[in-house]
């Protein structure tokens, strides 16, 4: 086994542990010996009644789990293919007006019309919000008529302060009994985490996993510029408008399940490039592994700091990410 392998079977193992731990510990701690009786039971290998403790584990707790793994291991791989097509190391999955729009379609169901497709009406509302406004995007980057990364990132924060705006101005002027469930998802969260909506988050990591292997050569000609890449053969242009689109899909059917997670599309490609070299081959199944473990302990954290209340997990993660990027440009100064 290479250095690589090595690192990424201790990233697995240190992955499911965080995975059980984030199961075992809540509101009330639960015995590993229950735990697994209650995956058993749900996943019917164990014939039996299921009790509301199995009921907690299997249906609250364990896709809470898994939702985080597969949310934090997404947005890492985003950020990994938006820093490298913007050559911007502060670029992230949220710099492009994603989380505004899907910000305020989340916030219009809440504060105006209600539940009116059941279950999925928030889901639905935040992934059609984050949509409209990549939409946006883009036509302001084909009215253009460049893709220059500069002009992508102004378009992005132009869209992004617009849809802030709509926002609070939902807010401002909706029912104040809203409020706090605004404000929460707003923060970011995993409480909408349910086997039913599990495929949505499944469909947005495995979008943005596959393209980014199936181009991943094309990225690493990127590394050196446009220039160098073009005289590659590599289409620049529609690469760039390609990793958007795909970038907003996947991004917008993760927030539209756990809200406003900030700085780990920030954080985890600089993570990354820390442990393996910068080249895609093995800098994008790092990127989905340390994103996962992120995410995962930053939940853990959230509903352990104040327990029993639960801290929004964008809390935790911003905090972190406001720390690195202090220690990323400090780095850099001395440098």
């Known amino acids: 086994m290479g250095q690589f392998g090595l690192r990424m079977t201790v990233g697995v193992a240190v992955l499911a542990t965080l995975l059980l731990l984030s199961v075992l510990h809540g509101t009330t701690p639960i015995p590993v010996a229950d735990v697994f009786s209650a995956i058993a039971t749900g996943m019917g290998i164990q014939v039996a009644d299921p009790s509301p403790m199995d009921r907690i584990i299997f249906d609250l707790r364990l896709p809470r789990a898994l939702f985080s793994a597969i949310i934090g291991a997404g947005l890492g791989l985003v950020g990994v293919v938006l820093q490298t097509t913007t050559r911007n190391d502060l670029a992230d999955?949220?710099?492009?007006?994603?989380?505004?729009?899907?910000?305020?379609?989340?916030?219009?169901?809440?504060?105006?019309?209600?539940?009116?497709?059941?279950?999925?009406?928030?889901?639905?509302?935040?992934?059609?919000?984050?949509?409209?406004?990549?939409?946006?995007?883009?036509?302001?980057?084909?009215?253009?008529?460049?893709?220059?990364?500069?002009?992508?990132?102004?378009?992005?924060?132009?869209?992004?302060?617009?849809?802030?705006?709509?926002?609070?101005?939902?807010?401002?002027?909706?029912?104040?009994?809203?409020?706090?469930?605004?404000?929460?998802?707003?923060?970011?969260?995993?409480?909408?985490?349910?086997?039913?909506?599990?495929?949505l988050v499944l469909v947005g990591l495995m979008l943005i996993f596959v393209f980014a292997l199936w181009r991943q050569r094309w990225f690493d000609a990127l590394l050196a510029g446009d220039r160098t890449a073009q005289s590659l053969g590599v289409p620049v242009h529609r690469l760039r408008i390609a990793t958007f689109v795909i970038s907003a899909l996947a991004t917008a059917a993760f927030v539209s399940v756990a809200g406003v997670i900030g700085f780990v599309g920030l954080m985890?490609?600089?993570?990354?490039?820390?442990?393996?070299?910068?080249?895609?081959?093995?800098?994008?199944?790092?990127?989905?592994?340390?994103?996962?473990?992120?995410?995962?302990?930053?939940?853990?954290a959230a509903r352990l700091l104040l327990a029993p209340q639960e801290l929004p997990v964008g809390i935790v993660t911003t905090s972190l990410g406001a720390v690195f990027v202090f220690a990323l440009l400090l780095s850099e100064k001395r440098h």
């Open 93 to 199: 999955p949220f710099l492009f007006g994603l989380s505004s729009g899907a910000a305020a379609g989340a916030v219009f169901v809440i504060t105006v019309t209600g539940d009116v497709l059941g279950f999925w009406t928030l889901p639905m509302a935040a992934f059609v919000g984050g949509m409209i406004a990549s939409g946006v995007v883009l036509l302001l980057v084909q009215r253009l008529r460049t893709s220059a990364p500069e002009k992508l990132i102004l378009s992005g924060l132009a869209v992004s302060f617009l849809f802030a705006a709509i926002t609070n101005y939902l807010i401002f002027s909706g029912d104040n009994r809203a409020a706090h469930s605004v404000v929460f998802w707003m923060l970011g969260g995993l409480g909408l985490a349910r086997w039913e909506t599990l495929p």
């Open 268 to 300: 985890v490609p600089h993570l990354a490039r820390g442990i393996v070299r910068p080249l895609h081959g093995h800098l994008l199944p790092s990127a989905a592994l340390v994103g996962a473990i992120l995410l995962t302990a930053s939940d853990l």
